[in-house]
């Protein structure tokens, strides 16, 4: 089966300090993706990053990078000098590689970032 | 680019109404998703089709519960009999085969 925990469910910042949102995930697939979206108040998901599970480059943009360890099954998203902005919900979400599974996110419960002035 | 439209975005039905939600893909895009997001379960896969066809239903409802995404139109997921347990926001996705899904801004349903 597969599944992602998102065991932060809270965080609590002041602009500027850096932050990093954890992942962990479980999929017997061998091909896999794994995805970052970000839900401001206004309630819309908006698309970050998309990862497949041969590249374990970490990737940087911007204030945003992410850190995809196959190893531990995890794929951490990080926020430099966050800003209040960055306020949101953060979804981890993993997909299969193959066919139907690929259309089917299964995303994490979420992290809700507050960022104080 | 206009981006997945969803419409509408907010729907207010009594218990035993019928809801009909919309989603127009992104220009180019011909695969559509929907999900269900509930206070509790976070976001939950519901149904994954292409043009006339259904690819992967597993995450819909047995019942009173179906979708379709027909060859001219857009998408749309209809919930017979609404009941309170219904109300959610449902999102709408689209991509391009094998690529990042992309939302739309979701239909907030209310069952009052």
């Known amino acids: 089966a597969q599944k992602v925990t998102q065991a932060q469910t809270e965080i609590s910042v002041v602009e500027k300090e850096d932050v990093t949102l954890d992942c962990v995930y479980e999929?017997?697939?061998?091909?896999?993706?794994l995805f970052w979206y970000k839900q401001p108040p206004s309630g819309e998901l908006v698309f970050l990053i998309r990862r497949n599970s041969f590249d374990e480059q970490n990737e940087i943009s911007g204030r945003y990078s992410w850190n995809f360890q196959k190893s531990t099954s995890s794929f951490n998203f990080t926020i430099t000098a966050s800003q209040v902005v960055d306020s949101a919900v953060y979804f981890c979400?993993?997909?299969?590689?193959?066919?139907?599974?690929?259309?089917?996110?299964?995303f994490g419960k979420g992290t809700k970032l507050s960022v104080k002035p | 680019n206009a981006g997945v439209m969803q419409n509408p975005r907010h729907l207010v039905r009594r218990r035993g109404q019928e809801a009909r939600l919309r989603c127009s893909p992104m220009?180019?895009?011909?695969?559509v998703y929907w999900y269900r997001q509930l206070p509790e379960e976070g976001l939950k896969f519901m149904v994954y089709?292409?043009?006339?066809?259904?690819?992967?239903e597993s995450g819909m409802p047995k019942e009173r519960f179906s979708a379709e995404f027909p060859k001219e139109g857009p998408s749309i997921l209809r919930i017979q009999q609404v009941v309170r347990g219904d109300s959610a926001a449902y999102f709408c996705?689209?991509?391009?085969?094998?690529?990042?899904?992309?939302f739309g801004p979701g239909t907030r349903l209310t069952v009052t």
């Open positions: 979400a993993l997909s299969g590689g193959y066919g139907g599974s690929q259309g089917n996110l299964i």
């Open positions: 089709l292409q043009k006339e066809n259904i690819i992967d």
């Open positions: 996705a689209s991509s391009v085969r094998g690529y990042e899904q992309y």
């Open positions: 220009k180019g895009h011909s695969h």
């Open positions: 999929t017997r697939d061998t091909t896999y993706y």
